[in-house]
Nanobody, 125 residues
C-alpha cells in the first residue's frame, strides 16, 4: 500500500486561496492516480481532483472546475492542489488518495485503497 504525506490546509475567508500538497511513497507501478477527495460533515466523500501520472490526464469534480488546479511536481509522485475563489461549500476535510489505477471513474472513491489522514479546510464568510 502506498504511503501518502499531506500538507497545507487551514482557514481562509470566502474568496481566498489555499494550497495543498500530497506526496506518495512506496509506489511500485509506473503510473498512479493521485489526488484529492473531500468530506463535509454529514456528507459522503466527494472527488475533487485526480492526476494520472502516466500520461497526465486530469479529472476535476464539477463543483471545483474553473477554481481548483491540480499539478504534478516534475518527475515525482507529488501533486499540488491550488484552490482559488473558495466558498463556504468548500469547507471540509480533504484527503489525499492514490491508486495504481482508477478505471473510467477516477472520481469514485471505490478505486482508492490508499488514503491520507486528511487536512482540514475551513472557509468562513
Amino acid at each position: 500500500e502506498m504511503q501518502l504525506e499531506e500538507s497545507g490546509g487551514g482557514s481562509v475567508q470566502a474568496g481566498g486561496s489555499l494550497r495543498l500538497s500530497c506526496a506518495a511513497s512506496a509506489v511500485t507501478t509506473p503510473s498512479i492516480c493521485l489526488g484529492w477527495f473531500r468530506q463535509a460533515p454529514g456528507k459522503r466523500h466527494e472527488g475533487v481532483a485526480i492526476f494520472v501520472t502516466g500520461g497526465g490526464t486530469i479529472w476535476y469534480g464539477d463543483a471545483v472546475k474553473g477554481r481548483f488546479t491540480i499539478s504534478r511536481e516534475s518527475g515525482k509522485n507529488k501533486v499540488w492542489l491550488q484552490m482559488d475563489s473558495l466558498t463556504l461549500e468548500d469547507s471540509g476535510r480533504y484527503y489525499c488518495v492514490a491508486s495504481p489505477a482508477c478505471g473510467r471513474g477516477p472520481l469514485n472513491a471505490v478505486h482508492y485503497d490508499s488514503w491520507g489522514q486528511g487536512t482540514q479546510v475551513t472557509v468562513s464568510s
